[in-house]
């Protein structure tokens, strides 16, 4: 029989991990929270949460000590995107997608190309990744955007989309062809460090959003790139593979802004049902309130040992971390739609205003549903898992 261990520690997190939490959480409040509102109303890059995130050490927490980094694990990870995202998702993709920018490299990148970059980002720079293409989202072996060798650099030629805080990064994580003859078309895919200075780079305009509109989203263009042959990310033709590979790191950080979102939801209803009368009681006092309440906190707390669960597996190197992420993913961000939408719903008249923010929380949920892999290509990774057994 299993032994029985005695006292804490059994089940649950590090106790540093809760230190952090309350860390991060008194600076969200204090300096992210503020200006949430108003960052979505003007569409505009959360200027005050990316200097208080950088200033904390929080903005790219996962970075090793050998750069520079703080060196913290995933769970850690996914506590600071989950924090920031319980004020304002927008904030919360500047640690999201650091890590998803970085992540290819430090999977794949030679040491110099890591000693390059990785310093860089501890230090306060950001990271972008380019996957997708307009013809090639879920489809991502389709990619058009080529790069030739060209003695001692590569050239790259096309159009990525859908690129998360584009314009403000300093690096992208890009993917592009490099043998259109490969056997597979998954096969003839490299991925490269490209920086925003290199000669024929440049980004697009904004793409107009239904949410997360504090982080902008746009194309890159490569019209004759060019960049040092060293800067490509591990051997030519692995570069698909160490972008689905990244995936099963990333995709609970993805995990983690939902789980924050939807906290903060409930959080923000619970507060209002206390205060709000009807009837002369507060309608806290009615069942079918607290009924609605008890759902969303129970798929929170769900969600949120998924989320941990996997971040954890991907750490380890666990068999199952390919599953366990797409199942965080998916779930937490299939509970952030459904908690923001009965947020707004226990708000009543109000919730449909923007005077409070749980409007702002459901239209930011919606993405947590779509980027870095649809629920619906979730759960064709998960069959997949499923059935090779």
């Known amino acids: 029989m299993a032994q029985v261990s ?14 952090l939490r309350a860390a991060v959480r008194a600076l969200a409040e204090k300096e992210i929270a503020p200006y949430a509102a108003e960052v979505d109303e003007q569409e505009r890059y959360p200027r005050e949460a990316l200097d208080a995130l950088v200033k904390a050490g929080f903005h790219a927490v996962h970075i090793p000590e050998a750069y520079g980094g703080q060196g913290a694990d995933a769970v850690a ?10 004020v304002d998702a927008s904030a919360s993709l500047i640690p999201a997608v650091n890590k998803l920018g970085t992540q290819p490299m430090l999977l794949a990148a030679s040491e110099e190309l ?26 991502t072996a389709s990619m058009r955007t080529r790069a030739q060798r060209d003695g001692d650099t590569w050239v790259l030629n096309g159009t990525k989309c859908w690129i998360t805080n584009a ?35 440049s980004v697009g305009p904004k793409e107009k959003k239904l949410g997360i509109k504090g982080s902008p989203t746009r194309e890159i263009y490569f019209e004759n790139c060019t960049i040092p042959a060293d800067r490509i990310i591990g051997e ?11 995936l099963e790191h990333t995709r609970p950080t993805i995990g983690a802004q939902a789980l924050g979102i939807a906290q903060g939801a409930l959080d923000a209803s619970i507060a209002y049902v206390k205060e709000r009368k009807q009837f002369g009681q507060s309608i806290a006092d009615f069942q079918g ?17 998924m989320v ?13 971390a390919s599953f366990m992420a797409s199942a965080a993913k998916t779930y937490a961000s299939d509970i952030a739609m459904e908690v923001t939408t ?26 947590t549903q779509i980027y870095e892999g649809t629920n619906q290509i979730q759960r064709m990774v998960m069959a997949r898992q499923l059935l090779k057994g």
Do not use: N
Request: charged share 25%.
């Open 289 to 305: 309130v607290q009924f609605m309440l008890a759902d969303m906190g129970m798929k929170i707390e769900t969600a949120r040992h």
């Open 236 to 246: 030519p033709g692995t570069g698909l593979k160490t972008a689905l590979k990244t």
């Open 6 to 19: 005695e006292g804490p520690g059994l089940y649950q997190l590090a106790e540093e991990h809760e230190e």
């Open 342 to 367: 009965d947020a707004v719903q226990l708000f009543g008249g109000a919730g449909y205003t923007r005077d409070f923010p749980v409007e702002r929380m459901m239209r930011d949920a919606k993405i």
């Open 308 to 320: 941990y669960a996997s971040a954890a597996a991907s750490e380890r190197g666990d068999a199952r």
């Open 77 to 86: 990870a996914c506590i600071v995107i989950e924090e920031v995202a319980r």
């Open 167 to 201: 314009g403000e990064s300093t690096w992208y994580t890009v993917m592009a062809v490099t043998d259109p003859d490969a056997p597979k078309k998954s096969q003839g895919i490299s991925a490269f460090a490209v920086h925003k200075d290199d000669p024929g780079f």
């Open 114 to 139: 890591k000693k390059q970059v990785m310093p860089e980002i501890a230090a306060g720079a950001s990271a972008s990744y380019g996957l997708s293409e307009r013809e090639a989202g879920s489809d």
